[in-house]
């Protein structure tokens, strides 16, 4: 009977320590300008994508029309046009590839406020292919291994295109049921918070699945810019963290984002049945 009234007790303080607030989200940076920009020495249209932040959770972003978009090396220019209207999302003509050796410019001009970013791009490199391992509880794969998180060599980051919508069973389910992508970066600094980061998400998929591996090679700065994206993001949230900053950027005038320039590298992995499930 004591513990009972003990236990209401606590409960009846708990509660009344609970106090409703409302929180005033501070507006100054709905004005600020935030540019995706990664081009590559692939030939392909190339994106560069313009958008406001947002003032509340889950909300989309406002995207940026009408701007204009100019990339430019020491030999040419390219105009970027809007495509489709509207949608805040500049391509590059079909035939641009980036090359090495070369100094890149990107020039965005949005009513009157002008903002450009240089970069230039590092060589690709080879890879050993990703390990995939067996889950015995529900007999699917899962990435086990991409590269090692910390190397003394080029920083990079790794691109999987996960499909699975030709195996049996799954062709006709929704795309997002049957694709997954993943992102995983190899950089030459190690952090408390990267070690003791919050756990992911596992992506599980069936034998016969396709993984299509690729590697975008970074610059230095490219590299610094991800790492403290990281530590904003993935990496928040666990047993250590760093105080919220904002993080570096190579554009001028007070926008976010990067302007970056990679050479990328690629092979395909179909998914065969593991006799033994990893020890």
């Not at 509207?86 to 903002?115: D, E």
């Amino acid at each position: 009977m004591r513990r009972l009234l003990f236990i209401t007790g606590m409960m009846l303080v708990l509660q009344g320590c609970v106090k409703e607030t409302s929180w005033v989200l501070k507006q100054g940076l709905q004005d600020k300008l935030i540019v995706e920009a990664v081009i590559t020495d692939e030939v392909k249209a190339h994106q560069v994508k313009l958008t406001y932040p947002v003032a509340e959770l889950n909300q989309p972003p406002q995207t940026v029309s009408g701007a204009g978009v100019l990339i430019s090396n020491e030999d040419s220019t390219w105009q970027l046009s809007e495509s489709p209207p509207g949608s805040g999302v500049y391509c590059t003509p079909p035939a641009f590839f980036s090359r090495l050796l070369k100094n890149y410019t990107l020039l965005i001009t949005v009513g009157s406020k002008v903002y450009t970013a240089k970069t230039t791009m590092v060589e690709g490199a080879a890879f050993d292919e990703l390990k995939y391992a067996k889950n015995s509880e529900n007999n699917l794969y899962y990435v086990d291994w991409v590269a090692n998180a910390f190397s003394t060599g080029p920083a990079a980051m790794w691109e999987l295109l996960i499909d699975w919508s030709m195996v049996p069973g799954f062709q006709n389910s929704d795309s997002l049921d049957n694709h997954a992508r993943m992102l995983f970066y190899t950089l030459p600094t190690l952090d408390v918070s990267e070690v003791f980061a919050p756990m992911m998400e596992s992506v599980y998929f069936p034998a016969g699945t396709i993984i299509t591996e690729r590697r975008y090679s970074l610059t230095p700065q490219h590299a610094e810019f991800i790492r403290e994206m990281l530590l904003e993001t993935n990496w928040t949230g666990g047993l250590f963290t760093v105080a919220p900053a904002n993080v570096t950027t190579n554009f001028s005038n007070g926008a976010f984002g990067f302007f970056g320039a990679c050479a990328v590298t690629e092979l395909s992995v179909t998914v065969v049945p593991l006799k033994k499930y990893p020890q």
